[in-house]
Each structure stands twice: as C-alpha cells, then as structure tokens.
C-alpha cells in the first residue's frame, strides 16, 4: 500500500501541474478575448460586458435585439455600472433606451424582471411622464436618466 499511495500522489502532483498550464493558458486567451469583445463599443465591469453595435431602434426593438444575441437590455445597477454605459454612449454620442420601464406599473419603474429598480441617476426633475407617455428610460451621453416615449428611437445597447 506504502508505494502505490506514493505513485498516487506523484500521479495527481502530474495532473495538478498540467492543470496549472492549462488554467494559465485559459487565463491569457480570456484576457484576450475581453479585449475583443470590448473593441471598441464595449465595457466590462465584474463579469458584466455592456455592448453596442451602433444600431437605433425603438424600446421593442432593442429589446428583442438583445435578447436575440443573448443578452439583454443594459441595466445599470450601479454608479461603476452606470459609469461604464454612460461611456459606451458618449463614445457613440447618442442616448440609449435602459432595461427598465413603468409599462406594468405606471409611476413605478422597474427591471425587466418585474422588480423595483434599487438604483437610479434620474436628472433633475425626471421622470416627468411628459404628456402622459414616458414609459421608457433613456441613458443620455452624460449618464443621466430621462423617462422617454418607448416609441422612440435611441441606441442599441445591452448587457451579457
Ligand atoms: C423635455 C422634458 C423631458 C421629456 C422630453 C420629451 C421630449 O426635455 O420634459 O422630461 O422626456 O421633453 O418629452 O419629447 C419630444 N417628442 O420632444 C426636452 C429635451 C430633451
Ligand atoms: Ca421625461
């Protein structure tokens, strides 16, 4: 028993250094491919990767989009998350439609998995629910919130 629990340990002692290897590998080839995916219309932050592709639609369309591509519509949980979309749009110069509406619950703004939204930077005086139609929240280029008619078009922009 004495030897072959010895050659057990150097076995595993081989398979550990392999992994090792492996794992560093992985590691660099990620590192990489974050920096793909964030060229030039994207940003990370924690394991949150917000991306645009420069398309515009109204609040259904890039909602679809979204999720068509696996993902979803950009939900700033945040100040660092709001901070990074904020970014991506200034990059773009255009404002973007957030993953967050009162279209369930008017006057109540939430996720689009129907939870009350915990984190907001609405400007000064928004939402204001012009004329009785701003169902929507947009992300101007500064990182503001304004409530928007869903029907208009503003850029694509979601977060995987
Ligand atoms: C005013 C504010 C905003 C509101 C916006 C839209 C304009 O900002 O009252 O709270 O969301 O109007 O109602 O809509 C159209 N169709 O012009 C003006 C500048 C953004
Ligand atoms: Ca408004």
């Known amino acids: 028993k004495g030897d072959s629990g010895l050659s057990e340990v150097n076995l595993l002692k081989s398979k ?13 080839n990620f590192a990489k491919y974050q920096k793909v995916a964030t060229f030039p219309g994207g940003r990370t932050v924690g394991n ?16 679809q989009k979204c999720v068509q ?20 749009a200034a990059l773009y110069n ?15 703004f939430k996720y ?16 204001n629910n012009n004329q009785g139609n701003e169902n ?14 869903c029907g208009e078009k503003r850029l694509l922009l979601c977060e995987f």
Do not use: H, M
Request: charged share 25%; proline share 3%; with cysteine.
């Open 69 to 88: 591509a696996g993902g979803q519509l950009a939900t700033p949980r945040n100040a660092a998350e709001n901070d990074a979309v904020q970014k991506v």
């Open 136 to 149: 929507c929240v947009e992300i101007f280029t500064n990182g503001k919130w304004n409530d928007r008619a």
């Open 112 to 127: 689009l998995n129907d939870q009350p939204i915990t984190y907001s930077n609405w400007l000064q005086g928004e939402p």
């Open 16 to 28: 550990v250094s392999a992994l090792e290897g492996q794992l560093k590998a992985l590691q660099a």
């Open 94 to 108: 255009k404002s973007a439609f957030l993953g967050i509406t009162d279209l369930k619950t008017k006057g109540t």
């Open 48 to 63: 949150k990767v917000f991306k645009t592709n420069g398309y515009e639609g109204n609040f259904e369309d890039l909602k």
